[in-house]
């Protein structure tokens, strides 16, 4: 019996023990669970905050775009000139360009690598419109160092002065001698239409003045008044546009071909200038080595006497 009691106190005892374990591991896990809570708590607080911040600070930033290396006035930006880069609001320019409008836009001016890209020193063609076409003219007096990719203002002069810019800033898109073709749309191929017509009527030139800084210069106003009387001369005699576009164009041949005959005399004259300057100087150069010799045999001769 008395073994049988103590089998059971030291029963109980073992239980006492296994739950006083229990309890006390389950203290602290729930101790351990509590600080690892208020641990993760406190973190996702800071991420919170530190999103907080970087949320304040992106707003406070803009996107923009840095020129990847030296880019020369008038070259076309491309995909690889450019690197993004963030700005703080607060300084950055107005006029930042967005990615879409500067893949083909053209630098103004020469930029320098980590040059931040604006509109103002960009130049943008416009989209092409539905109405744009090619068209050719040989009757313009072009500019005697006009080249393709040039602008151009396009202009009228009447022999009583008055001059008008009929097409304003064109850039040149071929050449051929005296032959130009730009880029027309409909409203522009009236107006020539007209000019074409008054320049036959009244002996006016039609000319073309180059821009010195196209891609910093603004496009001139066109000043032309498209005349009514010439418009209805075009539509009862469509014709007419032709015949002026042809009487034109044998005036430019005509004045064309005398200022290479005018070319080709003043050539001419410069190199028969040029020829007897050369005779000249040959004669001179014989003349003093005719002289030399007739010394030396003088000295000889003075020698061959005292001897």
């Known amino acids: 019996m008395k073994i049988r009691q103590r089998n059971k106190n030291l029963l109980y005892a073992g239980l006492i023990g296994a739950l006083s374990i229990a309890l006390i591991s389950a203290g602290i896990l729930y101790f ?10 406190l973190l ?7 999103l907080e911040e970087f949320q ?5 930033q803009v996107k923009a775009f840095t020129a990847n290396r030296y880019i020369e006035a008038g070259e076309t930006i491309e995909e690889n000139d450019l690197r993004e880069v963030l700005l703080s609001a607060e300084t950055a320019a107005e006029d930042i360009t967005h990615y879409d409008e500067l893949l083909g836009s053209i630098a103004k001016v020469n930029l320098e690598p980590r040059t931040v890209l604006t509109d103002s020193i960009l130049y943008f063609e416009e989209r092409t419109p539905r109405d744009l076409r090619l068209a050719e003219y040989a009757f313009i007096d072009l500019p005697s160092r006009v080249e393709v990719g040039d602008f151009v203002d396009v202009r009228i002069q009447f022999p009583n002065g008055n001059d008008y810019v009929l097409l304003s800033k064109k850039k040149v898109k071929e050449l051929n001698e005296d032959v130009v073709w730009y880029e027309m749309n409909e409203q522009e191929l009236l107006t020539i239409s007209s000019a074409i017509v008054d320049a036959y009527l009244e002996n006016a030139i039609i000319y073309a003045l180059a821009y010195v800084e196209p891609y910093v210069q603004d496009e001139s106003v ?3 008044p498209v005349k009514d009387n010439v418009l209805e001369l075009i539509e009862t005699s469509p014709n007419i546009v032709d015949r002026a576009r042809n009487e034109l164009e044998a005036r430019n041949r005509q004045k064309l071909e005398n200022q290479l005959e005018e070319l080709e005399s003043s050539e001419r004259e410069k190199y028969q200038r040029e020829s007897e300057k050369e005779q000249e100087a040959r004669a001179n150069r014989q003349q003093e080595v005719f002289e030399a010799v007739d010394t030396v045999n003088l000295d000889v001769d003075e020698t061959n006497d005292e001897e």
């Open 56 to 60: 304040i600070w992106a707003d406070q």
């Open 32 to 41: 351990m669970y509590k600080n690892m809570k208020e641990s993760e708590e």
């Open 44 to 50: 996702i607080q800071q991420y919170e905050e530190e």
């Open 222 to 224: 066109v000043t032309y």
